[in-house]
């Protein structure tokens, strides 16, 4: 089987370490690497490899394009030019694929050849082969997931160690868990395009990733920590999506978890994703979400499953687009603050639109945890205050069981 790589990164070196860990089981030869500039790898073992020529790359006769670059463009061009040319591909992109997946599935199904994004989600944790081999008999009902390991590595420290988000996000970059702009992560665009990828798989209809409710971790103070510790709690950036009758309801947002859930336990680079189907019951899956090692593997596997034939089903991109309800509609948790408040008139309309509630600072500040029987109540009692000029600014954290 001969394969060309784009892209020399961190995972571009992980799926190479694989191919030779395994050269005597399979056979793969790589024809040429893709890289941007090719003065970097002069003293590279693949240096007779590598070109900056996207040309190089397709006049060879290639089974499989292996895309590990990301973003849009040019990786979109390449691999619809690939599957047009009848070549396999195989890709880590979840932006690309939260974007056009459902263009490329069809192009991929149109000239009978494969599309494979395992590693898309998730780093070495199987999911996708699951929710689209094990599991496509089994209606999947709702999943939640810890699906970004940057937030999560920085909400892990602040919980920990005391340390506020600015200088947490500085530690991450210079690690290398954070990217110099670490827009995508901390805003939660990386954890919705992976949520829409999962939720298109598991509820057969295209959930596309800008519908979901989207509030990243940026915002998050320590005085939200301690009162997450005041009451047994941790905060996640967590994404949830639940398939109702003719729509799908979904977020992602830092929320409240129970010290002792689940969710509670994974911390720093690890990811889960929970499953929850109408025969098999909850399913978990945890692991480590990005790296060398772990993403080079999900990519390697996927190679295999092309060379030994093995197909997925993935036509749900390429059905029609389902809508997404934003706001919870069903009974709910919400820790509410704020800020230079006039308590007692705030105290005063929430006592009067909910029957149960908890104060849980009454100082500089005012934090109540209300017990609601939807979002949209929340949001009519903070409008409410808000209009009235009783706060000089209010949030709101879900909590989430």
């Known amino acids: 089987m001969k394969i060309a790589i784009l892209g020399y990164g961190t995972v571009g070196k992980g799926l190479l370490q694989m191919i030779e860990g395994n050269k005597e089981r399979r056979h793969i030869e790589i024809t040429n690497i893709l890289v941007r500039n090719k003065d970097k790898y002069k003293s590279s073992k693949y240096a007779n490899l590598i070109t900056e020529d996207i040309e190089d790359v397709f006049k060879n006769n290639i089974d499989i394009l292996v895309e590990l670059m990301g973003g849009l463009h040019p990786s979109y061009d390449y691999i619809k030019r690939a599957l047009e040319n009848k070549i396999n591909v195989v ?3 979840k932006d690309m694929l939260a974007e056009y997946g459902n263009k490329l599935v069809k192009i991929a199904k149109d000239n009978k050849v494969s599309l494979r994004f395992e590693a898309s989600v998730g780093g070495a944790i199987p999911l996708l082969k699951p929710l689209t ?4 008999g089994d209606g999947i009902e709702s999943m939640y997931a810890i699906l970004n390991g940057t937030t999560n590595f920085i909400l892990s420290k602040m919980y920990n160690e005391g340390l506020p988000y600015e200088k947490v996000l500085k530690e991450a970059q210079d690690l290398g868990f954070a990217e110099a702009n670490p827009e995508a992560d901390v805003k939660g665009y990386d954890a919705a395009r992976k949520l829409s990828i999962l939720s298109t798989l598991a509820y057969h209809r295209r ?22 510790k005041k009451i047994g709690c941790k905060i996640k950036l967590v ?3 639940r398939k109702n009758d003719k729509t799908v309801s979904g ?6 978890v129970d010290n002792n859930s689940l969710l509670s336990r994974i911390d720093n680079e690890y990811n889960i994703v929970v499953l929850n189907g109408d025969s098999v019951g909850e399913l978990s899956f945890v692991g480590k979400g990005a790296g060398k090692e772990p993403t080079g593997s999900a990519v390697y596997s996927d190679l295999i499953d ?4 093995r197909v997925s089903n993935i036509d749900s991109f390429i059905q029609d687009k389902i809508e997404v309800e934003k706001t919870i509609s069903s009974n709910c948790q919400v820790l509410l603050r704020f800020k230079s408040p006039k308590k007692g008139e705030i105290i005063k309309i929430i006592r009067a639109c909910i ?23 929340i949001n009519n009692i903070l409008c409410l205050i808000k209009d009235k000029g009783y706060c000089k ?5 879900l909590k989430i069981s």
């Open 91 to 93: 890709t880590a992109n």
């Open 133 to 136: 081999e094990s599991l496509e």
């Open 207 to 228: 959930v596309y990733w800008k519908d979901f409710y989207l509030e990243g971790i940026s915002n998050i103070e320590m005085k939200d920590i301690d009162y997450a």
């Open 239 to 241: 994404g949830q999506s």
């Open 251 to 256: 977020f992602v947002r830092p929320v409240l």
């Open 306 to 309: 092309i060379l030994d034939k």
């Open 355 to 377: 029957d149960e509630y908890e104060i849980i600072e009454d100082n500089d500040e005012l934090a109540i945890m209300v017990y609601a029987d939807s979002e949209y109540e």
């Open 393 to 397: 600014e209010s949030r709101k954290i």
